[in-house]
T-cell receptor
Framework: GAVVSQHPSRVICKSGTSVKIECRSL??????MFWYRQFPKKSLMLMAT?????????EQGVEKDKFLINHASLTLSTLTVTSAHPEDSSFYIC???????????????FGEGSRLTVL | GENVEQHPSTLSVQEGDSAVIKCTYS??????FPWYKQELGKRPQLIID?????GEKKDQRIAVTLNKTAKHFSLHITETQPEDSAVYFC???????????FGKGTMLLVSP
């Protein structure tokens, strides 16, 4: 299947700092990437849908100024947690679908996830 | 929007037994239903999916059934093994939309 790479896998930061997480599709083009947040023993909560070359679409209750999403190319989307606080500590996972072509089965491919700990 | 309910939230079985996880969805326009397995601290992995034009799909010990009329679909794992222990998520998607709606997950524990 297609490969989605996410970095960093773990990050620890001080309260008030910003953290950037990258999501790359390694062997396919992804016009759309998704960012999820997952609390311990909980489901995947969609935060936003990231479309290449346009503004991200945020889910209700997700602060767009807090969670900045940039999708500058067909293979890269970034999530920046600005002025992080302890309550932002969580597991963040990106995902992508293949943009058209024979490989477009509709399957969602996930990155490895990034565990953020804000002290 | 779509709403996906998943049951049970936890499921404990003995090795060799079968496990069944059930999901219901609300949007009759949904036509794609994947199941993901997520081991602790790792990414979700697609294990099987089904589209609305079929009622059942099987892949070795894993099978999924879909009842469009009742708007529910189920995951069946036979001859369970300890390595099947993980959290399983069902999801649904409506044709024309790329967003998946996930169920809350089922933690499956297979005891040796």
């Amino acid at each position: 299947g297609a490969v989605v790479s996410q970095h960093p896998s773990r990050v620890i930061c001080k309260s008030g700092t910003s953290v950037k997480i990258e999501c790359r599709s390694l062997d396919f083009q992804a016009t759309t990437m998704f960012w999820y947040r997952q609390f311990p023993k909980k489901s995947l909560m969609l935060m936003a849908t990231s479309n290449e070359g346009s503004k991200a679409t945020y889910e209700q209750g997700v602060e767009k100024d807090k969670f900045l999403i940039n999708h500058a190319s067909l293979t890269l989307s970034t999530l920046t947690v600005t002025s992080a606080h302890p309550e932002d500590s969580s597991f963040y996972i990106c995902s992508a679908t293949v943009a058209g072509g024979r490989r477009n089965t509709g399957e969602l491919f996930f990155g490895e996830g990034s565990r953020l700990t804000v002290l | 929007g779509e709403n996906v309910e998943q049951h049970p939230s936890t499921l404990s079985v003995q090795e060799g037994d079968s496990a069944v996880i059930k999901c219901t969805y609300s949007d009759s326009a949904s036509n794609y239903f994947p199941w993901y397995k997520q081991e602790l601290g790792k990414r979700p992995q697609l294990i099987i999916d089904i589209r609305s034009n079929v009622g059942e799909k099987k892949d070795q010990r894993i099978a999924v059934t879909l009842n469009k009329t009742a708007k529910h679909f189920s995951l069946h794992i036979t001859e369970t093994q300890p390595e099947d222990s993980a959290v399983y998520f069902c999801a649904a998607r409506t044709e024309g939309y790329s967003t998946l709606t996930f169920g809350k997950g089922t933690m499956l524990l297979v005891s040796p």
